[in-house]
């Protein structure tokens, strides 16, 4: 068990480090991939705190992504770059709110009632930024700059440039993560997974199930707002789309492809079914019948997430079916059962 | 009179045109064991259900110790001190015997909710959790999934993860439902030992096992209470020889 333990802690290490150097030795275009990469990533895993561990699958994940976006579309001068110790609190404070309405709301309801719930609110989102003038309608609306990262007139870092911007993508990312990390550890992590196990002996025990699940709802909001505010830095623009179920599905998607019970495993959802997208679009006419095709393949060859291939590799004596397949059967020690 | 931990008084829950429950009112002693018994669909699991908060009553009061509870929501009762098992087990089957009581340790204590540190590393609540194993004869199995223990196994856990709550009050609905003759035997005895410094409410339908655990009595029929008292007085009730002991009476 130490042993599987210490080599995915290196094989964790490796893949920072080659993350981190990333910008040495690939090219603009892939560095620009690997941000949307993180940041859709950073997305599915903010969701997957309430899908994953709490058991509620939401459908209006894409509302708190879009909405930091156009938060910070709106909070941003015509003429200049916005500062982002201004914007980023904003964007990231207005998502929190609306995940905590939302939340408030849909949270009385349960199972599918709750997934029709979230889904109606974040399409009332997108209405909303669809058919009102409030940021260009259906058309959508341009950041022209990226926001500003200084201290008075001392700018710290340059976001216009694609490896900075890629370098603090990637810093929140693992930020994140560790962020995530230790809310699964937690008393409040191991609360809110009770309530996901069992709801009713969760209640009876003493747990007060409703804040439990607000308030992890409001922290994943506040994530995705996180995401959705340097997505639409990244693209320059925000379109109601970006608030549509569409955006919610996939980042579904993602959290199934890559594995519900792991922190990072949705971020590796992300970089299989974007890198995916970025082949076979290049490759194929039929693209996206050939990526579904592959996708449902992947789920039910990995019911439990792609990610676990990581743990089957790393700890092989977790998995006794891969374990009678290397090893002929040897009896247990006496007492070990 | 020994201390009153629990007091109902005329609770009534209707479903629909169903009165599943009507004008019960009781007493539970710390100290004591409070028996209810019944024919099936009487009403018991029902009373159970007012007295934790998973059901709102129609009518009528609950009192910890004299405090008026009824409004109070399932969570914030066990708080105040009621703790519960389920006819049918409760627990959390995917996780191992320790995490399922530390969870429960969790649940009361202070700083239950942080977003920070781990349970896990807990020396507290690992030393609580370990207690209450210790108590019902589980320790063995502290890393075993509840999903895999045996059915008279997980009514011990069950019982475990209630005493880990620090209750002042224990209902238990028909603690020793499914289990074989010896299993039940150790459970009587964990029951008989759970009064000590509580209340404890059992609803059973074993006679022998009521007969020698319970300090007083309440029968109840569609709902309504027909007799209470101590066992001897129940024993001898002729309504409740009637509708419910049948002919030949208790042991
Ligand atoms: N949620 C509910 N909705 C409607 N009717 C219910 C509900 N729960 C219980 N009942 C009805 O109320 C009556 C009492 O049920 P209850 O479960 O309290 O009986 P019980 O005494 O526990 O029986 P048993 O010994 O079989 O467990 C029954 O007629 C039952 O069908
Ligand atoms: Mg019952």
Known sequence: MARGALTSRLVAVALVAVAVALPFFAATYYLQLASKVLLMGLLAMALNLVVGFGGLVSLCHAAFFGLAGYVLALTSPPYEAASIWIT?????????LAALVIGALSLRTRGIYFIMVTLAFGEMLFFFFHDTRVAGGSDGTFIYFKPLVAIGSLPLLDLEKARTFYWVVLGLTLAGIALLVVIVRSPFGHALAASRVNERRARSLGFPIYRIRLAAFVISGALAGLSGYFAAAQFGYVAP????????????????????????????????LMGLEEFLRASTEHWKLLEGLIIIGLVLAFPD?????????????????????RRPAVPREAGNA | ?????????????????????????LDVHIGEIHAVIGPNGAGKSTL????????????GSILLRERPVGRLGVHHRALAGIGRSYQKTTIFLPFTVLENVRLAAQART?????????????????ANARAALDQVG???????????????????????????????????DEPLAGMGTSEAKAMIELIRSLKEGRAVLIVEHD????????????????????????????RRHPAVRAAYLGEEGPP
């Open chain 2, 138 to 172: 589980l320790s063995g199995r502290a890393e075993v999934a509840a999903g895999l223990l045996s059915h008279g196994e997980q009514r011990q856990l069950e019982i475990a993860m209630v005493l880990a709550t620090e209750p002042k009050i224990i209902l238990l």
């Open chain 2, 48 to 59: 159970i259900n007012l007295l934790s908060g998973e059901l709102g009553a129609t009518a």
């Open chain 1, 305 to 325: 997430g792609v990610r676990q291939l990581f743990d089957m590799a790393l700890k092989p004596h977790a998995f006794p079916a891969l374990r009678r397949m």
């Open chain 2, 207 to 234: 006679m022998d096992a009521v007969f020698s655990l319970a300090d007083r009595l309440t029968v109840m029929a569609d709902g309504r209470v027909i007799a209470s008292g101590n066992p001897e007085e129940v």
């Open chain 2, 110 to 126: 202070r700083g239950g909710l942080r977003l920070f540190g781990s349970p896990e590393r807990d020396a507290d609540l690992n």
């Open chain 2, 1 to 25: 009179m020994p201390e009153v931990a629990l007091r109902a008084e005329g609770l009534e829950k209707r479903f629909g045109g169903l009165r599943a429950v009507r004008e019960v009112s």
């Open chain 1, 88 to 96: 980023l609190p904003a964007a990231v404070g207005a998502a929190a």
């Open chain 1, 241 to 272: 789309q970006m608030l549509g179920w569409h955006v919610s599905a996939t980042a579904l998607v993602m959290v199934v492809l890559g594995g519900m019970r792991t922190v990072t495993g949705p971020l590796l959802g992300a970089a299989i």
